[in-house]
């Protein structure tokens, strides 16, 4: 069992930087692929990036590579995502999610965290 609890979210001006916070329990915890998702008012939730348990592994959506840097630290069970050069189309509700290797789709999530970006 794993428990995220994401942190970090608010309002920000475009071109500015936030850095989102994943914490999470589990004795396992860095064995778990951890992503970040993102859902917008009135869309479906899409992928924004992904990190596996060594965090050698990263993937990252288009619409944010070289933008974002998403980055694990296992012995505090912690999961960042640092977002800059944000943009008003990313103001979404981020959440984190886990998921052994094996698995195909993540089994736990987070509550999320508002990112708002202004114009």
């Known amino acids: 069992q794993v428990q995220l609890v994401e942190s970090g979210g608010g309002l920000v001006q475009a071109g500015g930087s936030l850095r989102l916070s994943c914490a999470a329990s589990?004795?396992?915890?860095?064995?778990?692929?951890v992503g970040w998702f993102r859902q917008a008012p009135g869309k479906e939730r899409e992928f924004v990036s992904r990190i596996w348990g060594a965090g050698g592994t990263r993937n990252y959506a288009d619409s944010v590579k070289g933008r974002f840097i998403i980055s694990r630290d296992n012995a505090k069970k912690m999961v960042y995502l640092q977002m800059n050069s944000l943009k008003p189309d990313d103001t979404a509700v981020y959440y984190c999610a886990a998921k052994m290797p094996s698995r195909e789709s993540y089994d736990y999530w987070g509550q999320g965290t508002q990112v708002i970006v202004s114009s």
């Open positions: 589990g004795r396992t915890f860095s064995s778990y692929v």
